[in-house]
């Protein structure tokens, strides 16, 4: 089933719990005060699901 999944991906990894914490941590940043309305994905760049 992995390689089918890793199939449809770019990056052929999966996302890990600590790379979800650090997208959060960035967003409720300081750093990311002027970043609004956006949908930000943390797929592995996902182009379908089979």
């Known amino acids: 089933m ?3 999944a890793f199939s ?3 990056i052929k ?3 890990t719990p600590p790379q ?3 997208q959060i941590v960035f967003l409720a940043s300081p750093r990311c ?3 609004s ?3 930000i994905s943390i797929c592995g ?3 379908m699901l089979a």
Request: cysteine-free; hydrophobic content about 35%.
């Open 45 to 47: 760049d996902t182009q």
């Open 20 to 22: 979800l914490a650090d």
């Open 2 to 4: 992995e390689a089918i």
């Open 37 to 39: 309305g956006q949908a």
């Open 33 to 35: 005060r002027t970043i």
């Open 13 to 15: 990894e999966y996302v």
């Open 8 to 10: 449809y991906t770019s």
